[in-house]
């Protein structure tokens, strides 16, 4: 059996939205990532 992932080294799941445009605004519902301009 293989051991679950390391938490410590295993990034978070990326966004879908991300996975599909690399470039887009950061997503302010995503805490893990800094809000817009305006924040």
Known sequence: MSSPPD???TPLD???DELLDPDAAPNPD???LPD???S
């Open 36 to 38: 817009g301009p305006d």
């Open 7 to 9: 938490p410590a080294t």
């Open 30 to 32: 995503d805490p893990d």
């Open 14 to 16: 990326p966004d879908p």
